[in-house]
């Protein structure tokens, strides 16, 4: 005889009763294969959040295992798209009848990408952290893709402050000579000639984008090159000599405080077609212990807010 397990969620009293907004899971290690335009699927493995909400205030709690196991069926069956995802965020509340009508999920993970050297034609890994939420509330289907951005930034002020050295350097050596040139030529290439350097920081961009509701498919090759090369300063995978030196050239050419790396990348995103955006810019300074940190969000009334 088979022995009837109690299933207290459907049958106990809530100690308190009330409404929740979300209820679910965190930190569900998923591994997925995930599609997104212009890449060969790539297998990655997720952190998610599941998440229903709980309408009905006598209820004891929702039913966890339903929501694991559409996200299992996700891992297993299915691809990672805008597609399968609106299907796990219908499918929690499905399993969720007189208990939920709204539904969220959050997936964090690596996103591995195949990056080219700077000249010397050669190739290699950079991770990129990615985060994808999608909802279902009111029927409404909303989709955010959030991706860190590392580059490197030059102080304007450091290389101003060290280009004031170096010509108080070139006064020091040459005041009341005739200028020679195989001279002036090889004093700027030694250490005397570059007495002092600009300090740089390695800097992270946190990009959220809104995609239209309707997405077919996920772009996020799309969202980290555009970023990039707004930057010009991306840090690097494979790096020969040759790249290391046009690295000083871009970084020499593109000083840039945590306002104007925030600017740029506002300004890229005002004419882009993502629904709404969010930037944080962290600047993790070397000449100070904190960070210099700039934001920048579209400023739609029911949008993201800083
Ligand atoms: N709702 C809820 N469940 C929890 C919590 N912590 C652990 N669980 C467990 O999650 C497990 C799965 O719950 P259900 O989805 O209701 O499992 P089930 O009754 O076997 O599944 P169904 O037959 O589909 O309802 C249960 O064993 C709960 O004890 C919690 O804080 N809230």
Redesign the pocket.
Known sequence: MQTIMP?I?DTAEALQTGTLDWVGMGNIELPLLFSSKGLSDTTVIAKADAFVNLYNEQAK??????LFLALDTLSCEQTLTPTTLKQVLESFIASHQDLSNAAKVVLSFELPLRRPSLLSGKQGWKSYPVTITASLINNHYQLEVSVDITYSSTCPCSAALARQLIQQAFTEQFAQQQLNFEQVHDWLGSTQGIVATPHSQRSVANIKVKLPSDSQEFDILALINSTENELKTPVQAAVKREDEQEFARLNGQNLMFCEDAARKLKALFEVSHYQDYYIKINHYESLHAHDAVAYAVKGLAQGYQV
């Open positions: 299933d969620a709690g929702i039913h966890m295992s339903r």
